[in-house]
Nanobody, 121 residues
Framework: QVQLVESGGGLVQPGGSLRLSCAAS????????MGWYRQAPGKQRELVAT???????SYADSVKGRFTISRDNSRNTVVLQMNKLKPEDTAVYYC???????????????WGQGTQVTVSS
């Protein structure tokens, strides 16, 4: 069974930085696009950033220039480096894998349990 486990959330002051990590576990041969999403209270889940297996990245306009997504295909991990954090970045952040090849089968749309990020003075 494939699982995604996030870590690195917490409380930070405006202007500060946090680094979120996500590790995929299980019998994994390959993972296509990985990404980070977030959901603030009372709002829908939204895309933050994605990265393809080849390293092509995409960002929401609200985080461009502040957040950086990266991945290590050999370790099945993805990292979100968040700088210049703002109160409006406060949300639960979720890791996602678009497709995972495990034991010869593709598994789709796998989510982590989420990690809380709070930006407040």
């Amino acid at each position: 069974q494939v699982q995604l486990v996030e870590s690195g959330g917490g409380l930070v002051q405006p202007g500060g930085s946090l680094r979120l990590s996500c590790a995929a576990s299980g019998s994994i041969s390959s993972i296509t696009t990985m990404g980070w999403y977030r959901q603030a209270p009372g709002k829908q889940r939204e895309l933050v950033a994605t990265i393809t297996y080849g390293g092509t990245t995409s960002y929401a306009d609200s985080v461009k220039g502040r957040f950086t997504i990266s991945r290590d295909n050999s370790r099945n991990t993805v990292v979100l480096q968040m700088n210049k954090l703002k109160p409006e970045d406060t949300a639960v952040y979720y890791c996602n894998s678009e497709k995972v090849l495990t034991r010869g089968l593709w598994k789709y749309d796998i989510w982590g349990q989420g990690t809380q990020v709070t930006v407040s003075s």
